[in-house]
T-cell receptor
């Protein structure tokens, strides 16, 4: 099992550009989540999904979109990148939301 | 409103010592409390977890102590080793909304040889 994979590992965007962060898992987990990690602020939940076709907002959803068309994939879309979105992004999956398995992260810089 | 408060922000311990990290929560609906360990450049990894019907859980050198009345829980690392140097996060989850985890801000642990 590859577990949770994320691409790309690093990305630099200019303000106003859009992009999609990819996340995939091969553990057949129903629950998937996106977090951002900023220094001294821990992990903050952006969006999460409890199954294909079902998504909901987390603590900091503004500026991000998600969709879940398959169990395996949960992409995160930045619609118009802003410097405030410079962060490390982690995707996680779990069986029922409890024990989460995290991906290796995507480090995003917006200039 | 921060629902899970973690302390200290950083901790330095000598090799062989005991590392203690504390978390306090406000929402009594939380019913699952995991701890995650994160090394630089890596994603967090589940270390140990507890439910509020248990006061203590031990796995190897790692122990969670849980005080339901005080709404506090803590991670104890016995015989701390340099390899334990990492950032530790506590978290809390409500079973009726298990997709939503609330994390503490993290504690950076340094174990000196």
């Amino acid at each position: 099992n590859a577990g949770v994979t994320q691409t790309p590992k690093f990305q630099v965007l200019k303000t106003g550009q859009s992009m999609t962060l990819q996340c995939a898992q091969d553990m057949n987990h129903e629950y998937m989540s996106w977090y951002r990690q900023d220094p001294g602020m821990g992990l903050r939940l952006i969006h999460y999904s409890v199954g294909a076709g079902i998504t909901d907002q987390g603590e900091v959803p503004n500026g991000y979109n998600v969709s879940r068309s398959t169990t395996e994939d949960f992409p995160l879309r930045l619609l118009s990148a802003a410097p405030s979105q410079t962060s490390v992004y982690f995707c996680a999956s779990s069986v029922q939301g409890y024990e989460q398995y995290f991906g290796p992260g995507t480090r995003l810089t917006v200039t | 409103q921060q629902q899970v408060k973690q302390s200290p922000q950083s901790l330095i311990v000598q090799k062989g010592g005991i590392s203690i990290i504390n978390c306090a929560y406000e929402n009594t609906a939380f019913d699952y409390f995991p701890w995650y360990q994160q090394f630089p450049g890596k994603g967090p990894a589940l270390l140990i977890a507890i439910r509020p019907d248990v006061s203590e859980k031990k796995e190897g050198r790692f122990t969670i102590s849980f005080n339901k009345s005080a709404k506090q829980f803590s991670l104890h690392i016995m015989d701390s080793q340099p390899g334990d140097s990492a950032t530790y996060f506590c978290a809390a989850i409500i079973n009726t909304n298990a997709g939503k985890s609330t994390f503490g801000d993290g504690t950076t642990l340094t174990v000196k040889p």
